[in-house]
């Protein structure tokens, strides 16, 4: 079983950057799709960006071209580079391990905690 933490999260102003961290517990270089994902107050959790086992990544429509998912498989880390960041960006973001295509909840082997970003106008 994987352990994922996140961190890099906290209060920018809009237009800046922040650069989000994904620490496993052990390697992740087997683990199939690696997701980030983000909840904002009253609104259903969102999947914002994927990265494959075989480095294929994946963007939600709105935050395509300021945000990027990578990975360290050394560092057994991914991360979520996130630029031009708007005040509707303000989430909880989480990281979660993801086993099978499906979105179902039995695919997912484990999710981190949350970082809070704030974005101000």
């Known amino acids: 079983q994987v352990h994922l933490v996140e961190s890099g999260g906290g209060l920018v102003q809009a237009g800046g950057s922040l650069r989000l961290s994904c620490a496993a517990s052990?390697?992740?270089?087997?683990?199939?799709?690696m997701d980030w994902y983000r909840q904002a107050p009253a609104k259903q959790r969102e999947l914002v960006a994927t990265?494959?086992?075989?480095?294929?990544?994946n963007y939600a429509e709105p935050v395509k071209g300021r945000f990027t998912i990578s990975r360290d498989v050394v560092k057994n880390t991914v991360y979520l580079q996130m630029n031009s960041l708007k005040p509707e960006d303000t989430a909880v973001y989480y990281c979660?391990?993801?086993?099978?295509?499906?979105?179902?909840?039995?695919?997912?082997?484990?999710w981190g905690l949350g970082t809070q970003v704030t974005v101000s106008s």
């Open positions: 990265i494959t086992k075989g480095g294929s990544t």
């Open positions: 979660a391990a993801r086993s099978a295509r499906s979105y179902d909840s039995s695919s997912y082997d484990a």
């Open positions: 052990r390697s992740i270089f087997t683990i199939v799709f």
